[in-house]
């Protein structure tokens, strides 16, 4: 009889919580969502912690290891239509790690994006040509930045990478004509071509830790005028800052003898000097020549 007792109480209690599917109109979804993901959106912000509704539609293909081991996620546009793109962290109970190859290229309708904690790498010419895209928010995880990523992104002025950053590949961010400013994180390597075309970046501040920088990078950065190279760099590569007519103002961190033990396979192209940690180096270099001026 207590068994019987106890039962009809569970039932009743149970019947008398609150169903995920009774209320009506955003009050109903937003129960059905905490439900589902344990938040609660308004206007698609969690009221409990501040955590962005990722977007509807999205296409998620496996990735593996190099032992074809599965080991996440890689995301990529499917169906959405979303024009301001946030993307989740989990898919079928399972992580998320990286923007798809070529998952969002040539998609003029995108304005921004936001990629959470877990990423680790976006693949190559994931937002290529995705010319209204103004805005990137980049995971404190992401470790590199795959060959043309962002290229031909003309409407993107500014982007910052997280500490534990690693690598930017090839042309990552070529012909990002309005891009302005870069915050360089924890970067170790730049691959060739990466600013290449960018006509609006100004400034630059390498982290120490960065080793590289390739070939080309910032050729035809015509407006960048200032400039701060790290006492770790030991290569720049050919044309590195080629057509870089107003490169006015570089300092470089190590000293004098330590910049010309650097590996050069090409050239500075700036015609004023190169203040070192000791003095200065003045280094000259006329585009189609294979000389150095001292």
Known sequence: MK???????????????????????ENAEEIKESAKEKHTYVEGICTDCGALKPSEGLEFKPVTDDNGDFI????????????????????????????????????DTITSVVIPEGY??????????CTSLASVTLPSTLERIENWSFKGCTSLKEITLP????TMGRGAFINCTSLEKVNFGGLETLEDEV?????????????????SIGGYAFDGCQNLYDMILPKSLT????????????????????????????????????EEPIITSDGYIKR??????????F
């Open 72 to 107: 996440g996620y890689g995301v990529s546009v499917g169906s959405c239509t979303d024009t301001d793109l946030v993307f989740p962290t989990e898919h079928e109970g399972k992580p998320v790690i990286k923007v798809y190859y070529g998952g969002f290229e040539k998609l």
């Open 195 to 211: 600013f290449r075309g960018c006509t609006s970046l100004n400034s630059l501040v390498f982290p120490e830790g960065t080793t």
């Open 3 to 25: 068994k019987l007792v106890l039962i009809l109480t569970a039932i009743a209690l149970l019947m008398s919580l609150p169903s995920c599917d009774k209320g009506e109109g």
């Open 235 to 270: 290569f720049i590569g050919a044309g590195a800052f080629n057509d870089c007519y107003s490169l006015i103002n570089c300092k470089y961190s190590g000293t004098t003898a330590e910049f010309e033990a650097m590996e050069f396979g090409g050239a500075l192209n700036n």
């Open 284 to 293: 000259l270099y006329y585009k189609g020549s294979d000389e150095w001026f």
């Open 120 to 129: 680790i790498s976006i693949d190559t010419g994931a937002f290529e040509n």
């Open 163 to 166: 500490e534990g950053f690693k």
